[in-house]
């Protein structure tokens, strides 16, 4: 993947409207958004409702991939651009589900839903229906999908990636700071990783940086371009977004995003967790 | 969870004494703004969390002790930062004012 083939523009996406071979889908994790106003033509994912398990920790398998794209109207052929708040944490997320089942054109929206509002850009309430297909995904790739022992077996020998704000990766907040600070697991983060925080990656309209000063970003925290990567933050949408960046974007090979992150490491029995804002010892 | 929520204003099932929140209004020229982008930046300056402004122009943040900038998006090419000190157990009231 490259810039070009991994990401369109507002303008871009303005022109295709239209296009009935580009599918817009919304990605959030509280779809009033899209309920009050969506791009024209979009159709919605809910993070939640539509891409996790309803019983276990996990999300949807193959086949429940294939019975939503179909009944959503989505066909492999389709070029499928995603978009979403949060400065697309939650449309990147999608787009590593894409990947992992193996859709073969799909883009992010660059700057999601905020960049689309900040430039005034228009939003249609109308429903939006697509005719049912019939979707094949394929198994799940999983050279992009990191697990709890690759993580602890990553530990001082590969590049561990935390890219949750400073205060989550020491240990002073365990949440984001818009939501109430109780939960379970123990603060902190995974020994030897480096902290580089998903904003770094993005300017404040939600844009991703350019590549150059990705490389530079990543290069400075001392990720090392050679050795296999891992990114987590808390549930693994956050890290959805850098891992685009590595890996779409820069292009960069064996780039895994564990997506049990912090609240499956930080309640794990037994794992090594350091505290404060340096890395720690392996 | 991770994402934000509009107006993030929810207050069931929080004790507010254990947490150090910072919430106000954004406005222009008195009145609401609906859809703000409010970022909240560390003592440093890094990013920590962001919301979007509720109907009623609201918005809320779970912080830590200590020093904290909030900077408001708004269509136009609108920033303006506002800072603003967290304490446990204290509500920090900010009222943003952008420009008419």
Known sequence: MSRDQALVTADWVSEHLDDPKVVLIEVDEDTTAYDGGHIKGAIKLDWKQDLQDPVRRDFINKEQFEKLLSERGVSNDDTVILYGGNNNWFAAY?????????????????????KWELDARELSKDAVKREPTTYTAQEQDTSIRAFRDDVVAAIGTANLLDIRSPDEYAGRLLAPAHLPQEQAQRPGHVPTAVNVPWSKAANDDGTFKSDEELTELYTEAG???DKATIAYCRIGERSSHSWFVLHELLERPNVKNYDGSWTEYGSLVGVPVALGDQPGEA | MCGAKTGGLDTAGIDLSTQ?????????GGNPVAGAYVR??????EFTAEVQTSATGHFRFFAADGRWTLRTLAPGGVSVDRAVVAKVGVVAEVDVELEA
């Open chain 2, 20 to 28: 150090a929140v910072i919430q106000g209004r954004v406005l222009r």
């Open chain 1, 223 to 225: 990720l090392d371009f």
């Open chain 1, 94 to 114: 999608a787009y590593w589900y894409f990947k992992l089942y193996g859709h073969s054109d799909v883009k992010l929206l660059d700057g999601g839903r905020k």
């Open chain 2, 40 to 45: 909240l930046l560390d003592g440093g300056g």
